[in-house]
């Protein structure tokens, strides 16, 4: 299970932070054993009190039917190195929020520019949460060339280092890609593009057009 939230704990630890991602990164492996087990009709009711002792049983009986007769779960290892890359970074400690930490930037006013004047390589972004305007994060992202080496956000997740919270991932999008577009395609046009993106729609010369014309 992932971990919560200790009262009077206001946010993860990075070790909390990393282990809970990588429960959620497996999910659908657990989910989909599950169902698996749940395909045969009396392991997918409530069952009775009296089977209590057995149940460890039924189902280790059902998941050696299951491993012997059915396919695997899983064909394709091409994902193994991301799998590994992932255990590798779960060891690591937050560089980023360390230095935050050391150097007291959470609590120290700033001037928000394009970067931060304590170091050249660091950038600081504030963001308002999507959930209540008055709850407002600050996060760091450290880089190096075109290269981006670390990154710390206060929300409840932001300190892990097994991928990143939806803040600093939205700051990356928009300094990366977004704001160098010309045009914003409108929400509906990315209907079709949830599931994968490389499915989102281009601009073509024709939408330009229209979106350009004004009738008098």
Known sequence: MPCFIKKGQKQHTTEEANSSRLITKVRWVVESANGRIKQWRFLDKVVSNHFVPYIGDFVRIVSAFINCFRAPLINDFCNEELGQTMLDRAQLGNQVQKYVEDNNLIRKKAIYSET?????????VKLTSRHSSSRVYSLWIEFSGDEVTGWYCTCKVGARVVG??????????????SRWELETPSTCKYADSILNAKDVPLETDSDSDSDGFIEE
């Open 164 to 177: 990143c919270c939806a803040h600093i991932a939205s700051t990356m999008w928009y300094l990366g890609y």
């Open 116 to 124: 931060c004047r304590d170091r050249p390589n660091l950038l600081r």
